[in-house]
Every structure is written in structure tokens, then in C-alpha cells.
């Protein structure tokens, strides 16, 4: 059963860091595409930032300069550093992983909570 486990999430002050881990576990395939998406109460999912398995990454335009993308293949691990953060920033924030030789859907994961006060 394929897992997405995320960690890293917590309360951080306007200015600050945070580096949220998200973890793919039971698939013997690796995954085309892996990324965060985030909701803010009362709104809608958004994109924050992906990345392929060939190192091709894209970003949300309120998050470019301030956010990065990385993964480790070997670890099946995708990593978001988040700096500058701001308290628009606040939400949860979902792995989001496409496999395309198991689903055309991609899986989520439980999703963590990013809280920035001013």
C-alpha cells in the first residue's frame, strides 16, 4: 500500500524557516512526480511546488525565491525549505505523489500543519 508520510510542520515566526520531509513508502515503482499542495481555511487547494523524477521543478509564483524543491531518489524523499515565511503561508500542507505505473491519480498524504504568526 503505497504511504506518503510527511513531517516538519509546526509554528514559526514571520522571517522564519521551516523544512517539511515527505516520504513515499510501499510502491516498488518510483514516482514521475512528487510534491506539496497547501489549504488556508475557506480556500481552495493550491499548488506550492513539485518536482520530477528527473530534477525538473516548478513553484507556485507567491512561494518562488522563498521556497525550494528537492528530492532523494534512493529515499523515495522529497524535501520543501520554506524561508521568508509569511503569515499568508499558514495552512496545511499535503505530499502529493504521481506514480503513473500503479494510477493515474496521484496519492496524498495526511497532510501537515504550517502555522507562521506576524
Known amino acids: 500500500q503505497v504511504q506518503l508520510v510527511e513531517s516538519g510542520g509546526g509554528l514559526v515566526q514571520a522571517g522564519g524557516s521551516l523544512r517539511l520531509s515527505c516520504a513515499l513508502s510501499?510502491?516498488?515503482?518510483?514516482?514521475?512526480?512528487m510534491g506539496w499542495y497547501r489549504q488556508a481555511p475557506g480556500k481552495q487547494r493550491e499548488l506550492v511546488a513539485t518536482?520530477?523524477?528527473?530534477?525538473?521543478?516548478n513553484f507556485a509564483d507567491s512561494v518562488k525565491g522563498r521556497f525550494t524543491i528537492s528530492g532523494d531518489n534512493a529515499k523515495a524523499t522529497v524535501y520543501l525549505q520554506m524561508n521568508s515565511l509569511k503569515p499568508e503561508d499558514t495552512a496545511v500542507y499535503y505530499c502529493?505523489?504521481?506514480?503513473?505505473?500503479?494510477?493515474?491519480?496521484?496519492?496524498w498524504g495526511q497532510g501537515t500543519q504550517v502555522t507562521v504568526s506576524s
Open positions: 510501499g510502491s516498488i515503482f518510483s514516482f514521475n512526480r
Open positions: 518536482i520530477t523524477s528527473g530534477g525538473t521543478t
Open positions: 502529493n505523489a504521481l506514480i503513473l505505473a500503479l494510477a493515474v491519480d496521484p496519492y
